[in-house]
Protein backbone atom coordinates (compact mmCIF):
# COMPACT_ATOMS: atom_id res chain seq x y z
CA UNK A 1 0.00 0.00 0.00
CA UNK A 2 1.41 3.39 -1.19
CA UNK A 3 1.66 6.41 1.00
CA UNK A 4 -1.30 8.05 -1.33
CA UNK A 5 -4.18 5.59 -0.30
CA UNK A 6 -3.03 5.46 3.36
CA UNK A 7 -3.22 9.19 3.58
CA UNK A 8 -6.58 8.55 1.70
CA UNK A 9 -7.39 6.24 4.35
CA UNK A 10 -6.62 8.39 6.75
CA UNK A 11 -8.72 11.22 5.69
CA UNK A 12 -12.24 8.93 5.27
CA UNK A 13 -12.05 7.50 8.80
CA UNK A 14 -11.30 10.86 10.15
CA UNK A 15 -14.62 11.97 8.16
CA UNK A 16 -16.53 9.01 9.72
CA UNK A 17 -15.59 10.45 13.03
CA UNK A 18 -16.66 13.45 12.80
CA UNK A 19 -20.37 12.40 12.07
CA UNK A 20 -19.94 9.29 14.40
CA UNK A 21 -22.51 9.97 17.40
CA UNK A 22 -22.25 6.54 19.34
CA UNK A 23 -19.06 5.90 21.89
CA UNK A 24 -18.77 2.24 20.42
CA UNK A 25 -18.43 3.95 17.01
CA UNK A 26 -16.05 6.30 17.90
CA UNK A 27 -13.75 4.09 19.81
CA UNK A 28 -13.14 1.62 16.98
CA UNK A 29 -12.75 4.59 14.21
CA UNK A 30 -10.19 6.14 16.86
CA UNK A 31 -8.69 2.70 16.93
CA UNK A 32 -8.45 2.65 13.27
CA UNK A 33 -7.04 6.23 12.54
CA UNK A 34 -4.07 5.39 15.26
CA UNK A 35 -3.52 2.07 13.32
CA UNK A 36 -3.54 3.95 10.01
CA UNK A 37 -1.50 6.63 11.09
CA UNK A 38 1.07 4.08 12.77
CA UNK A 39 1.34 2.64 9.15
CA UNK A 40 2.14 6.02 7.61
CA UNK A 41 4.66 7.34 9.85
CA UNK A 42 6.15 3.64 9.59
CA UNK A 43 5.96 3.94 5.91
CA UNK A 44 7.56 7.70 6.16
CA UNK A 45 10.41 6.75 8.03
CA UNK A 46 11.29 3.90 5.81
CA UNK A 47 11.58 7.01 3.04
CA UNK A 48 13.50 8.92 4.76
CA UNK A 49 15.95 6.54 6.49
CA UNK A 50 16.85 3.96 3.86
CA UNK A 51 18.51 0.35 4.69
CA UNK A 52 22.37 -0.17 4.66
CA UNK A 53 21.11 -2.63 1.54
CA UNK A 54 19.76 0.62 -0.18
CA UNK A 55 22.89 2.63 0.62
CA UNK A 56 25.38 0.48 -0.61
CA UNK A 57 26.23 1.69 -4.37
CA UNK A 58 28.20 -1.11 -6.45
CA UNK A 59 31.77 0.13 -7.01
CA UNK A 60 31.72 2.43 -10.42
CA UNK A 61 34.56 -0.21 -12.43
CA UNK A 62 36.61 1.57 -15.06
CA UNK A 63 36.49 -0.13 -18.40
CA UNK A 64 39.87 -0.33 -19.84
CA UNK A 65 40.04 -1.25 -23.11
CA UNK A 66 41.92 -4.06 -24.02
CA UNK A 67 45.05 -3.15 -26.58
CA UNK A 68 45.75 -6.34 -29.36
CA UNK A 69 50.07 -5.96 -29.56
CA UNK A 70 51.49 -6.35 -32.85
CA UNK A 71 54.91 -7.26 -33.57
CA UNK A 72 56.57 -4.96 -37.09
CA UNK A 73 58.53 -6.39 -39.66
CA UNK A 74 58.43 -4.05 -42.49
CA UNK A 75 60.79 -1.00 -42.45
CA UNK A 76 62.78 1.35 -44.30
CA UNK A 77 66.28 2.72 -43.50
CA UNK A 78 68.76 5.34 -44.51
CA UNK A 79 72.13 6.82 -43.06
CA UNK A 80 74.51 9.68 -42.50
CA UNK A 81 77.78 9.96 -41.47
CA UNK A 82 76.23 10.39 -37.74
CA UNK A 83 73.03 8.68 -38.29
CA UNK A 84 70.95 5.53 -38.80
CA UNK A 85 67.27 6.76 -39.87
CA UNK A 86 64.30 3.97 -39.15
CA UNK A 87 61.10 4.89 -41.40
CA UNK A 88 58.21 2.66 -39.75
CA UNK A 89 54.62 3.36 -41.68
CA UNK A 90 51.87 3.56 -39.65
CA UNK A 91 48.38 4.71 -40.83
CA UNK A 92 47.20 7.40 -38.63
CA UNK A 93 50.37 7.99 -36.37
CA UNK A 94 49.95 11.54 -36.21
CA UNK A 95 46.81 11.78 -34.37
CA UNK A 96 48.70 10.00 -31.48
CA UNK A 97 50.59 12.22 -28.76
CA UNK A 98 53.83 11.80 -28.57
CA UNK A 99 53.98 10.32 -25.27
CA UNK A 100 52.37 6.96 -27.09
CA UNK A 101 55.48 6.66 -28.85
CA UNK A 102 58.31 5.88 -27.09
CA UNK A 103 61.84 4.42 -28.64
CA UNK A 104 64.75 3.16 -26.58
CA UNK A 105 67.85 1.71 -27.54
CA UNK A 106 70.36 -0.01 -25.50
CA UNK A 107 74.34 -1.45 -26.87
CA UNK A 108 73.11 -2.83 -30.25
CA UNK A 109 69.36 -2.82 -30.33
CA UNK A 110 66.62 -0.51 -30.35
CA UNK A 111 62.84 -0.99 -29.59
CA UNK A 112 59.78 1.31 -31.19
CA UNK A 113 56.74 1.06 -29.33
CA UNK A 114 53.49 2.58 -30.46
CA UNK A 115 50.53 2.42 -27.68
CA UNK A 116 46.82 2.93 -28.74
CA UNK A 117 46.61 3.53 -32.28
CA UNK A 118 42.91 1.84 -33.15
CA UNK A 119 43.47 -0.26 -29.87
CA UNK A 120 46.25 -1.71 -31.10
CA UNK A 121 50.37 -1.46 -29.45
CA UNK A 122 53.02 -2.11 -32.62
CA UNK A 123 56.11 -3.01 -31.23
CA UNK A 124 59.18 -2.80 -33.55
CA UNK A 125 62.58 -4.64 -31.88
CA UNK A 126 65.60 -4.91 -33.59
CA UNK A 127 68.88 -6.68 -32.17
CA UNK A 128 72.24 -7.82 -33.03
CA UNK A 129 72.57 -4.01 -35.05
CA UNK A 130 75.43 -4.01 -37.43
CA UNK A 131 76.81 -1.74 -34.54
CA UNK A 132 76.73 -0.25 -31.16
CA UNK A 133 74.42 2.74 -31.02
CA UNK A 134 74.08 5.53 -28.50
CA UNK A 135 70.95 7.46 -27.91
CA UNK A 136 67.40 7.28 -30.11
CA UNK A 137 65.02 9.99 -30.70
CA UNK A 138 61.81 9.74 -32.71
CA UNK A 139 59.71 12.07 -34.89
CA UNK A 140 55.92 11.96 -35.61
CA UNK A 141 55.31 12.57 -39.56
CA UNK A 142 51.95 11.88 -41.24
CA UNK A 143 51.28 8.16 -41.44
CA UNK A 144 55.20 7.45 -40.46
CA UNK A 145 57.25 7.40 -37.29
CA UNK A 146 61.48 8.29 -38.00
CA UNK A 147 63.48 6.85 -35.68
CA UNK A 148 67.08 8.46 -35.43
CA UNK A 149 69.95 6.09 -34.12
CA UNK A 150 73.00 7.85 -33.06
CA UNK A 151 76.26 5.91 -34.56
CA UNK A 152 78.88 5.64 -31.51
CA UNK A 153 81.42 5.33 -35.03
CA UNK A 154 81.21 8.37 -36.03
CA UNK A 155 81.54 8.17 -40.01
CA UNK A 156 81.19 4.65 -40.37
CA UNK A 157 79.00 3.09 -43.03
CA UNK A 158 76.64 0.32 -42.80
CA UNK A 159 75.85 -2.42 -45.21
CA UNK A 160 72.70 -3.86 -43.49
CA UNK A 161 71.10 -2.63 -40.22
CA UNK A 162 72.23 -6.03 -38.33
CA UNK A 163 74.69 -8.77 -38.51
CA UNK A 164 72.81 -11.59 -39.03
CA UNK A 165 71.62 -9.75 -42.48
CA UNK A 166 75.39 -9.06 -43.20
CA UNK A 167 76.31 -12.56 -42.59
CA UNK A 168 73.55 -13.67 -45.23
CA UNK A 169 75.13 -11.74 -47.48
CA UNK A 170 78.10 -12.74 -47.29
CA UNK A 171 77.42 -15.99 -47.48
CA UNK A 172 75.43 -15.29 -50.70
CA UNK A 173 78.43 -14.11 -52.44
CA UNK A 174 80.77 -16.26 -51.01
CA UNK A 175 78.32 -19.37 -52.96
CA UNK A 176 77.95 -17.25 -55.85
CA UNK A 177 81.90 -16.93 -56.18
CA UNK A 178 82.44 -20.78 -55.74
CA UNK A 179 79.61 -21.65 -58.46
CA UNK A 180 81.31 -19.44 -60.67
CA UNK A 181 84.80 -20.97 -60.02
CA UNK A 182 83.54 -24.77 -60.40
CA UNK A 183 81.49 -23.87 -63.89
CA UNK A 184 85.09 -22.40 -65.10
CA UNK A 185 86.88 -25.13 -64.30
CA UNK A 186 84.46 -28.30 -64.55
CA UNK A 187 87.29 -30.85 -64.08
CA UNK A 188 88.12 -28.49 -60.50
CA UNK A 189 84.94 -30.36 -59.06
CA UNK A 190 85.38 -33.74 -59.98
CA UNK A 191 88.93 -34.27 -58.96
CA UNK A 192 87.72 -32.32 -55.27
CA UNK A 193 85.00 -35.36 -55.37
CA UNK A 194 87.43 -37.91 -56.39
CA UNK A 195 89.77 -37.06 -53.83
CA UNK A 196 87.47 -37.18 -50.71
CA UNK A 197 86.13 -40.20 -52.11
CA UNK A 198 89.88 -41.58 -52.50
CA UNK A 199 90.49 -40.21 -48.90
CA UNK A 200 87.47 -41.63 -47.56
CA UNK A 201 87.09 -45.69 -48.92
CA UNK A 202 88.63 -48.43 -48.33
CA UNK A 203 91.92 -50.21 -49.91
CA UNK A 204 89.28 -51.74 -52.41
CA UNK A 205 87.94 -48.24 -53.45
CA UNK A 206 91.33 -46.61 -53.42
CA UNK A 207 92.88 -49.09 -55.65
CA UNK A 208 89.27 -48.74 -58.36
CA UNK A 209 90.24 -44.85 -58.11
CA UNK A 210 93.86 -44.89 -58.74
CA UNK A 211 93.29 -47.70 -62.07
CA UNK A 212 90.15 -45.14 -62.74
CA UNK A 213 92.62 -42.25 -62.68
CA UNK A 214 95.72 -43.08 -63.89
CA UNK A 215 93.91 -44.71 -67.55
CA UNK A 216 92.13 -41.27 -67.43
CA UNK A 217 95.66 -39.46 -67.73
CA UNK A 218 96.78 -42.03 -70.07
CA UNK A 219 93.79 -40.65 -72.98
CA UNK A 220 93.77 -37.28 -71.47
CA UNK A 221 97.44 -36.23 -70.33
CA UNK A 222 95.31 -32.79 -69.49
CA UNK A 223 93.48 -34.13 -66.61
CA UNK A 224 95.82 -32.40 -64.12
CA UNK A 225 98.49 -33.58 -61.50
CA UNK A 226 97.99 -36.78 -59.72
CA UNK A 227 96.35 -36.54 -56.53
CA UNK A 228 98.46 -38.67 -53.09
CA UNK A 229 97.52 -42.27 -54.96
Known sequence: MSAVELNADLAELKSHLEKAERPR???????????????????????TNP???????????????????????????????????????????QN??????????????????????????????????LEPIGECSSKIKKDMVVVSMKKRSMGSHWSHITEVEKRAADAKVSKTKMDSSDSA??????MGMMKQMYED????????????????????????PDFNL
Open 51 to 93: TEAQTQTKPVVPQVSKNYEVKLQNYAWDQSDNLVKLFVTLPGV
Open 185 to 190: DPTAGL
Open 25 to 47: VKTLLNFEIRKVEAELLKFNKED
Open 201 to 224: GDDDMKRMIAKAWTEGRSKSPDMG
Open 96 to 129: LPQDQIQATAGGRSIELRVSGLENKDYVLHINNL
